[in-house]
């Protein structure tokens, strides 16, 4: 088992920036693949950035140039930091971790653990 819990999110204007954190706990040596989702509301959960064990990252194309992830092992922690906050960004992020190593990392379906989740609201 894998526990991950996420902080760092809060209400900021637009055009400021933030740096969440995933901290896990449990099997973290068996962690592969680390990943950000959001999800705003009425929408789908959806895919922001990877990071797999060794270091490669993975984006989505809208946030490329802004978003950046990154993984401190000895730390069992995974970060995202956000820049040039817009509104639209507004969500509920969601940290996710998998065993599995796989070229895909952006399902949903890929990871087994989650957790709780926090919220970015970005005000115009």
């Known amino acids: 088992q894998v526990q991950l819990v996420e902080s760092g999110g809060g209400l900021v204007q637009a055009g400021a920036s933030l740096r969440l954190s995933c901290a896990a706990s449990?099997?973290?040596?068996?962690?592969?693949?680390m990943a950000w989702f959001r999800q705003a509301s009425g929408k789908e959960r959806e895919f922001v950035a990877a990071v797999w064990s060794g270091g490669r990252t993975d984006y989505d194309d809208s946030v490329k140039g802004r978003f950046t992830i990154t993984r401190d092992n000895a730390k069992n922690t995974v970060y995202l930091q956000i820049n040039s906050l817009k509104p639209e960004d507004t969500a509920v992020y969601y940290c996710?971790?998998?065993?599995?190593?796989?070229?895909?990392?952006?399902?949903?379906?890929?990871?087994?653990?989650w957790g709780q989740g926090t919220q970015v609201t970005v005000s115009s």
């Open positions: 449990g099997r973290t040596f068996s962690v592969s693949t």
């Open positions: 996710a971790a998998s065993l599995i190593w796989d070229t895909v990392v952006a399902r949903r379906d890929k990871y087994a653990y």
